[in-house]
């Protein structure tokens, strides 16, 4: 070692130029690394860290690309069985309380149809052909007879009573929300009362008949119309327009129900083309005027109170 003296009288050691830092030029891959690295254990222990993928495809098992297709092709195999079989048992339970294949064709109407129908219903005096339409045994859609029954007419009818009722409470004074769903629940529930009363008479007087609980939801359901036109009529010209509507929709309401089923409850009769006289005929025959009769009862209950 060279040591020189200084003025200041202590000797300062001069470094060799053959002194360098530790790192060799081997273990800096280039130029633009001054530091070594230490955060991996070995030199290759970072790149190998940056390299290799984790998880169990790192591996690159050969079997592992193989497999996984098949078994997610199974999975969704047996999920789409599973659904199916779902679908299809909602689809009979459903379909075994609500028959919505059934609800379909009570709605296949048209704008034709509706007008007809609704003139059949307050002058039923001038039809004479009253029997329904069928196609390889199977009832026509009622938008190709106007005498099959459907659900269109009394949804709406329902629907539009409880509207014109809320109309005649309003200009009264008297309107409420809680008045009007009762006014909606009383009707609904009368006419849920009427349906079963009819399904029981018709079980104790064992007639074998085409009718089904839609039909008598339907038939009885045709009675809003008179009881719209009745309410509308007494809003507009008074009491006395409302009473000589309202009798005149429950006359065409009873002699359309009379002529329509008559022929459903008298269906062997009617298949002869003749009424079979005897007691059991006339049975049928007083349910079938009861059944008309009911109709000017409710639609005069159902809206007495709305015009004062």
């Known amino acids: ?73 199974l999975a969704m195999a047996y999920g789409s069985s599973l659904a199916s079989q779902g679908r299809e048992m909602v689809d009979k339970n459903l379909d075994r309380f609500i028959p919505i294949s059934r609800l379909k064709y009570y709605f296949a109407v048209d704008t034709v149809y509706v007008g007809k129908k609704l003139g059949l219903l307050v002058f039923p005096y001038m039809h004479e052909n009253w029997e329904m339409s069928y196609q390889q045994d199977t009832p026509v859609a009622p938008r190709f007879d106007v005498n099959a029954p459907d659900l269109y007419i009394p949804a709406m009818s329902f629907i539009t009573y409880i509207l014109v009722a809320g109309l005649a409470l309003g200009t009264q004074n008297r309107f409420s929300p809680e008045l009007l769903g009762v006014q909606a629940s009383s009707a609904l529930v009368w006419l849920i009362m009427e349906v079963l009363v009819v399904l029981l008479s018709l079980y104790l007087v064992t007639v074998n008949t085409d009718l089904t609980t839609i039909d008598l939801l339907a038939f009885s359901g045709y009675k809003y119309v008179g009881m719209i036109v009745g309410v509308v009529a007494g809003l507009l010209f008074g009491k006395p327009a409302y009473y000589l509507s309202l009798l005149w929709c429950c006359v065409a309401i009873f002699v359309f129900m009379i002529r329509t089923l008559r022929l459903k409850l008298l269906s062997e009769a009617a298949a002869e083309g003749r009424l079979v006289r005897g007691a059991r005929n006339q049975l049928r025959m007083y349910l079938t005027m009861s059944i008309a009769a009911a109709q000017p009862i409710f639609m005069y209950w159902l809206t007495y109170h709305l015009i004062r």
């Open 1 to 73: 070692m060279d040591f020189s003296a200084t003025p200041s009288g202590f000797r300062q050691r001069k470094l060799q130029p053959s002194m360098r830092l530790r790192t060799s030029p081997g273990d800096v891959p280039d130029g633009s690394q001054l530091f070594e690295d230490t955060s991996g254990a070995g030199p290759g222990a970072q790149g190998g860290y940056r390299n290799q993928p984790a998880g169990p495809q790192a591996a690159g098992l050969p079997g592992q690309s193989l497999l996984s297709d098949p078994m997610s092709n």
